[in-house]
């Protein structure tokens, strides 16, 4: 790593609290292109961990102000089945002053008191009378009315719709909560297309959903495994490792019958719940 070698000659050496990269982009400026292209990964990092229980629409209802993006959203429910007429996105003023003090304490310290709001979403759904006539529309407040599935998928599309357009690498915990599995399959699929998915976005995701594990969705290369032992400490590793592995084997299958590991020794529950000292 020749830019990293260089500057820790110049500086004569790094203290274990610095920040390497980051030194040698302040030093080296754009002088450092190895060093600049691996920082700019990281920056284009979106991470939504937090989606897996709760609402996470920012992205999405920031990009619905945009009219194309509203409507190509829109678009992508009718896709997944989840059909409605119209997404309308307001932003409502939120006074600190309303707020607990630990989360204003909190929100201090990340600099994010300015402009608070929250959001108020409307959807449009078409309406029918007895005899299946389109009779109007009726409003659904989204938080309130829709289903956590139609909730899920609005917090999802807008990130996905973003990573894909500007090439970023998206981390989603447990991406198969809420979502149908064919829905599910069909997004992570978007990212192995090269037809959707021109500017080499990536996509990194936990799940427990054994039928995303299947050839047509993924290569082998792609599923890791995460193992943890008596001791508590987890192990990762890729199925490519296990060098046997058939082109035509079925890889939920064989990993929900142990072959790769990683699978839970559970005891008897039902010995358990009846009293039983055997469980």
Known sequence: FGEGKRVYRAVGGIRKTTLFLSLIAAIKGE?????????????????????????FYGITADLMADDEMKKKIIQAFCLADICVESIDVEKLPVDPAELPKDIVEDLKKRGDLKNLHTLLIKSQHLKYNDK???VGIEIFDFDKDESDGSKKFFSLIGPILDALRFGLVLIIDEIDARLHPILCNVLISLFSSKKSNKNCAQLIFATHNTQIMNRRTLRRDQIYFIEKDKYGESELYSLLDYTKVRNDASYAKDYLLGKYGAVPFLGNFENFIAGDEQW
């Open 31 to 55: 002088n450092a292109p190895l060093t600049n292209n691996v920082m700019t990964w990281f920056q284009k990092m979106v991470d939504l961990t937090d989606i897996a229980n709760d609402n």
């Open 132 to 134: 299946k006539e389109r």
